[in-house]
């Protein structure tokens, strides 16, 4: 899947000032850096989800992926503890993100150069395996090791997530704006992945630790800028 980053894996870049300690701010009173990020949530073309009302903590706006051609393809939205793996005791952070992304099937790319490839739940999956990974390395592990592990605990959930009717998976029904939905999930050391598709087409996936996943619930976001 070829995607990139519209913006950083936690929130907007720092542009806070004394005088604007939200950073610089527009007409409508969100910061420079905040309005990026919602504009890019705002460029997609599906729907977004996440958390349903059960969950009373705090939301954020994490990143968009976009196709070469500029095209929204998935986003996460982030519930509870901001994920941080540099600070002390990281691991006790308790944490949901939910990724929705795209239905679509194969075709060109932007440049007409070759073909994208088509978007399924194991894309989800994949996604929300390598977000944990990406917020869960182990804090002590020497830097210069870092992307070593990375690689290799990063091809380990590319070849599950491709996997999804292998044992390393389970089924788990949670609902989505009330319905039943068919879940695939797995837990590791690290934390929790699940992955399924709305009604609607979108394809869900989700990640987290310290919260679990069994009584959790998600619902279409109505205005994505009652998150900024």
């Known amino acids: 899947m070829e995607t990139t980053s519209r913006v950083g894996a936690g929130t907007a870049p ?10 610089t701010a527009t007409a409508d009173g969100v910061s420079a850096a905040r309005r990026t990020v919602v504009d890019g949530f705002l460029a ?14 705090p939301r954020r706006l994490m990143q968009v992926g976009t ?22 005791g990281a691991e006790k952070q308790r944490f949901a993100v939910v990724v929705s992304m795209a239905s679509s099937p194969v075709r060109r790319s932007g440049d007409g ?9 194991s894309s989800a999956a994949w996604l929300a395996g390598s977000g944990l990974l990406a917020c869960t ?34 089924a788990l029904s949670l609902p989505v704006d009330g319905v039943p939905v068919h879940f695939h999930y ?20 989700a990640y987290g ?20």
């Open 113 to 121: 150069t070759g073909v994208l490839d088509a978007t399924t739940v």
């Open 14 to 23: 720092d542009t806070t000032t004394a005088e604007d300690p939200q950073g």
């Open 137 to 170: 390395w182990p804090a002590q592990m020497d830097h210069s090791l870092r992307d070593d592990w990375l690689d290799q605990q990063t091809e380990t959930a590319f070849e599950l997530a491709d996997d999804l009717d292998g044992p390393a998976w389970s």
């Open 67 to 88: 196709a070469a051609d500029g095209t929204v393809q998935h986003g996460s939205i982030g519930h509870g503890d901001e994920l941080s793996v540099r600070e002390a």
């Open 186 to 205: 797995r837990e590791s050391e690290y934390g929790w992945v699940l992955a399924g598709s709305t009604p609607e087409g979108v394809h869900l996936g």
């Open 44 to 57: 997609a073309t599906f729907p977004w989800y996440g958390l349903d009302g059960a969950f009373t903590g």
């Open 209 to 228: 630790r310290g919260m679990s996943a069994y009584g959790l619930g998600f619902s279409l976001i109505e205005d994505i800028e009652t998150y900024a």
